[in-house]
């Protein structure tokens, strides 16, 4: 597509619940970016994929998050027995460059709440 | 580690009145500098990149930042800001490492 897609735009869940949020990058970008935006915490880094690799996973904030990238595509950042914290928008942005130096392209986010 | 600081929450400002908005980094290499604007209801966009050379460079939207490597600064500037440049501004550093964002500077424009 023309621009990095993501689903669903919106997510309502119950507390305890899973839910799977999915990334479409653009064609082509090698690199992919998962960040996390609360109210006052600005973009929180969680994971980012350089093919279908995590270099870093550092950001994820508990063993509840997970997120995997298949055919250099698509990923799926999955969020086990939900809890009200994790409510936010949830921002996935692409890249065409492979070092971290490359403009990154964002989709329009996913909004979770947990309630 | 990498670390990215916007010390301003908000900033008011009148319309036609200069801006400037502050970002100071802790980067162990050279860093990668980035500055993004989110205005109400859209995604983030790129403004301007820092990789080397010329340590003012200039973005869209007649921005620009200069890069002071002894106070580990990326500042934004507009001589004169307009009523749609009111938004969140997000400045990041990249690298080796990966890409990380401050906690955004909100701008309001004053009529």
């Known amino acids: 597509g023309a621009g990095v897609s993501q689903s669903p735009s919106n997510k309502v869940t119950e507390k305890g619940k899973d839910v799977e949020l999915r990334c479409d990058p653009i064609?082509?970008?090698?690199?992919l970016y998962w960040y996390r935006q609360s109210l006052g915490q600005g973009l929180e880094f969680l994971i980012y994929?350089?093919?279908?690799?995590?270099?870093?996973k550092s950001g994820l904030p508990s063993d509840r998050f997970s997120a995997e990238r298949t055919g250099g595509s698509v990923s799926t950042l999955t969020i086990q027995r939900t809890q009200q914290e994790d409510s936010a928008v949830y921002l996935c942005?692409?890249?065409?460059?492979?070092?971290?130096?490359?403009?990154?392209?964002f989709g329009e986010g996913s909004r979770l709440t947990v309630l | 580690a990498q670390s990215v600081t916007q010390p301003d929450i908000h900033i008011t400002v009148s319309e036609g009145a200069s801006l400037e908005l502050r970002c100071n980094y802790s980067?162990?290499?050279?860093?990668?500098l980035f500055w993004y604007v989110q205005s109400p209801g859209q995604g983030l966009q790129l403004l301007l990149k820092y990789f080397s050379g010329d340590t003012l460079v200039q973005g869209i939207k007649g921005f620009e930042a200069e890069f002071k490597r002894s106070q580990s600064s990326f500042n934004l500037r507009k001589p004169s800001v307009h009523w749609s440049d009111a938004a969140e501004y997000f400045c990041a550093v990249g690298g080796d490492d990966k890409i990380i964002f401050g906690k955004g500077t909100r701008l309001h424009i004053l009529p």
């Open positions: 980067y162990g290499a050279t860093p990668y």
């Open positions: 994929f350089q093919g279908n690799s995590a270099p870093d």
């Open positions: 942005a692409s890249s065409l460059t492979r070092s971290n130096t490359g403009e990154l392209f």
């Open positions: 064609s082509g970008h090698t690199a």
